[in-house]
C-alpha cells in the first residue's frame, strides 16, 4: 500500500522543502522502506528550460530528458532513486494537458473550470506512473497563501480526503525567526501560516520550523496549542554545517518517528551509518584544495547547484575540503595577462561549467588557456568543453576564425547546430527556428571511451551513460586538426559521430566532456570525474 506525504510551505520562500523532502525520504530508506519524491510547481512555465539560472537556479535533468526544478536534484542526491519525467509539474503543463483536451472534445463539451478539470489533473500526475513504492513524497512549490498555489493546494486537500490518515499525512515547513531586539523566537508568523493552510481546508500533521536558535519547550508546546498539532510534532528544522548533516538532525527531533507514528508502523530505528560515514569524512578532512569555477550565473550560485555538490563529493572520495572560488568569467576578457594570472593565482584547479551565449565566451578561454599553459588541473563541462576545442583550435592550431554558430556566421564553424540525432531508434531533427523549450539534447546518451585515454582509466570501464543539456555540438570533421594540436576525442557516441569527451595527454588532467556528469553524483557514490579531478587538485596543491 503506497502512502502520500505532501509537503507544503509557509511565511516565506526558500526555506529548505525540498531539502527537508530530500531528508525525510532519506530517513524512511534507512528504515527500510521505497520512496519516490515529486515536486508540484505553481508558475505558468511548461518547464525551467527556458528560465534564468540566474533567477530560477540550475535546470536539472533527468536520465528520460526532463528540465526540472532544481529539488529534483536533492532528490537524487539523498535518495539514489533516479527521476523521472512524471516526477516534476509545473501550472504551465497541468493546463497545457487540460486544454489539449479540451480541443480534442475529451470532456464532451463540458465547461472547463478549476474544479474539477484542474484539480483532476493534479490529482492524476500524483497517483500516476507508480511501481508500488512505500512512500511517496510531493513537495509543494511556493508559499501558501501564493494565489498560483490554490489549484494545488485544493487538489492535495481532496487527495487527503480520499486516501484517509492511514495513507496521507501533511508535513509543513514554516519559519519561526529570532527577533534580536527582543532577544527572544517569534511563533506567530507558524501560526498565521498554518491559519492559511487551514483556510482552505488542510490541517498539517507535523511542523517543520526552520529556526537558527533553539526552542525552548514553552514555546514549542505554544505552537502545537495554537496550530492544532501535537507537541512531538513541532520538529526543530535548526541550520547545520552541510546539508548531508539535515537526515541525521531531522532525525534527531524525531521527524521520521512522527512520520510512522503517524501511519501507525512498527519498524526498527532506521541505519545511518551511511550518513554518519559521509559527515565524518566532511568534517574531518586531510587537507584542502581550492577549486576556481569559472562561470557566467555566478551571481546565484544555485545556477550551479549540482556542481558545487558534485565537488563536495568529489571531496569526500580524496579526504579533502573543497574551497570553490566563483569568478565571472567576463573578468578575464582582457590582452592583460599579468591581470588573467592574478585571478587564477591561487587555483590548484580550474573548473569551466555550462552556459549558453556568447557573453562571457572570451574570458572562459583565457581561463582554460591559462589552465592548459601553467599545468593547471582542468575540468570543463558542456560549454566548457566547446570553448576547450576553441582555444586549441585558435591559439594552437593557429584557426584565428575557430568558432560556435552560437555566436553568428562563422567560415570555421568548429561548434555547430545540432540538426538531427538519434533517441533510441529514432532521428530527432531540429532547425534554427525551432522554440526554445525542450528542444535541446537532452537526457542520457551512450559513450565510447578511448582505450589508453584519461577518460577510461578515471571511469574504469568503456562504455557509459551520462546526460545532457545541449544544443550545439563539437563538429567531428575537425577531429584531425584537433588531435595534431595535441588534443584527443577519446569518448564518441556509439556511432562515432558525436564527439562526447576531449583531453591533453600532454597535461597532469585536462578534461572536458559535452555532457553533465554533475546531474549523476551521489554523496555515496561520487562520479569518478569529480574524485579524478578533486585528485588532481589535491596533487597540484602539494606541489605548490
Known amino acids: 500500500m503506497t502512502r502520500f506525504i505532501f509537503i507544503t510551505g509557509g511565511v516565506v520562500s526558500s526555506l529548505g522543502k525540498g531539502l527537508g523532502s530530500a531528508a525525510l525520504a532519506a530517513l524512511l530508506q534507512a528504515r527500510g522502506y521505497s520512496v519516490r519524491l515529486r515536486k508540484l510547481d505553481p508558475y505558468l ?29 536533492h532528490y537524487e542526491r ?23 483536451k479540451e480541443r480534442r472534445g475529451d470532456y464532451l463539451g463540458a465547461t472547463i ?41 485544493e487538489a492535495i486537500r481532496q487527495l487527503g480526503n480520499e486516501l484517509g490518515r492511514e495513507r496521507s499525512c501533511f508535513v509543513h515547513v514554516t519559519l519561526v525567526p529570532y527577533i534580536a531586539a527582543a532577544g527572544e523566537l517569534k511563533t506567530k508568523p507558524t ?13 498539517p500533521d507535523i511542523l517543520l520550523c526552520r529556526t537558527e536558535h533553539e526552542m525552548p519547550d514553552e514555546q514549542r508546546g505554544k505552537i502545537g496549542l495554537f496550530c492544532n498539532v501535537r507537541e512531538s510534532a513541532v520538529i526543530l528544522a535548526n541550520d547545520v554545517s552541510n546539508i548531508y548533516e539535515v537526515p541525521l538532525s531531522y532525525h534527531e527531533q524525531g521527524l521520521d518517528r512522527e512520520v510512522i507514528r503517524h501511519f501507525g508502523l512498527d519498524t526498527q530505528e532506521p541505519d545511518l551509518a551511511r550518513w554518519e560515514e559521509i559527515n565524518h569524512a ?66 590548484d584547479a580550474i573548473l569551466v561549467p555550462g552556459g549558453f551565449g556568447e557573453r562571457g565566451s572570451k574570458g572562459k578561454i583565457r581561463a582554460i588557456q591559462f589552465a592548459r599553459e ?51 531508434n529514432e532521428l530527432t531533427t531540429r532547425d534554427a527556428d525551432d522554440d526554445l523549450g525542450g528542444t535541446m539534447r537532452l537526457g542520457a546518451y551512450d559513450c565510447v571511451l578511448e582505450e589508453g585515454s584519461l577518460a577510461k582509466e578515471v571511469y574504469a570501464e568503456t562504455n557509459i551513460s551520462e546526460r545532457h543539456r545541449h544544443r550545439y555540438e563539437v563538429n567531428i570533421g575537425y577531429r584531425d586538426m584537433l588531435e595534431k594540436a595535441g588534443m584527443k576525442m577519446s569518448g564518441l557516441s556509439p556511432d562515432g559521430r558525436l564527439p562526447e569527451i576531449v583531453e591533453r595527454p600532454d597535461h597532469p588532467f585536462f578534461i572536458a566532456v559535452q555532457f553533465h556528469p554533475e546531474l549523476k553524483s551521489r554523496p555515496f557514490e561520487p562520479h569518478p570525474l569529480f574524485s579524478g579531478f578533486v585528485n588532481a587538485a589535491k596533487e597540484r596543491s602539494r606541489l605548490v
Not at 493534479?122 to 511501481?131: G, Q, R, T, Y
Not at 501560526?191 to 490541517?203: A, N, R, T, Y
Not at 581550492?290 to 555566478?298: A, L, P
Not at 583550435?393 to 552560437?406: H, K, L, P, Y
Open 45 to 73: 512555465n511548461v518547464d525551467p528550460g527556458t528560465m534564468s539560472p540566474t533567477q530560477h537556479g540550475e535546470v536539472f535533468v533527468t536520465d528520460d530528458g526532463a528540465e526540472t526544478d532544481l529539488d529534483l536534484g
Open 78 to 100: 539523498f535518495t539514489g532513486v533516479g527521476n523521472r519525467r512524471t516526477d516534476n509539474v509545473t501550472t504551465g503543463r497541468i493546463y497545457s494537458d487540460v486544454l489539449a
Open 113 to 153: 473550470q478549476v474544479i474539477p478539470h484542474v484539480t483532476d489533473a493534479i490529482k492524476a500526475f500524483v497517483k500516476a506512473n507508480l511501481d508500488g513504492e512505500d512512500f511517496v513524497l510531493c513537495e509543494i512549490g511556493g508559499t501558501v497563501g501564493d494565489i498560483e498555489s490554490l489549484p494545488f493546494l
Open 191 to 203: 501560526q498565521h501560516s498554518v491559519k492559511e493552510l487551514q483556510s482552505v481546508g488542510i490541517q
Open 282 to 347: 566532511i568534517q574531518n578532512p586531510e587537507g584542502e584544495v581550492n577549486i576556481t569555477i569559472v562561470g557566467k550565473y555566478v551571481s546565484l550560485q544555485d545556477s550551479y547547484k549540482s556542481l558545487t555538490e558534485a565537488l563536495t563529493h568529489g571531496g569526500i572520495a580524496n579526504r579533502q575540503k573543497v574551497k570553490i572560488s566563483w569568478l565571472d568569467s567576463e573578468l578575464l576578457e582582457t590582452d592583460d595577462d599579468i591581470i588573467v594570472a592574478d585571478h587564477l593565482a591561487n587555483a
Open 374 to 424: 601553467k599545468n593547471v588541473p582542468y575540468l570543463g563541462i558542456c560549454f566548457g568543453m566547446q570553448m576547450a576545442v576553441l582555444e586549441t583550435a585558435r591559439n594552437i592550431a593557429g584557426m584565428s576564425n575557430a568558432s560556435s554558430t552560437e555566436f553568428g556566421e562563422t567560415p570555421e564553424p568548429i561548434v555547430g547546430l545540432m540538426t538531427e540525432w538519434n533517441i533510441g
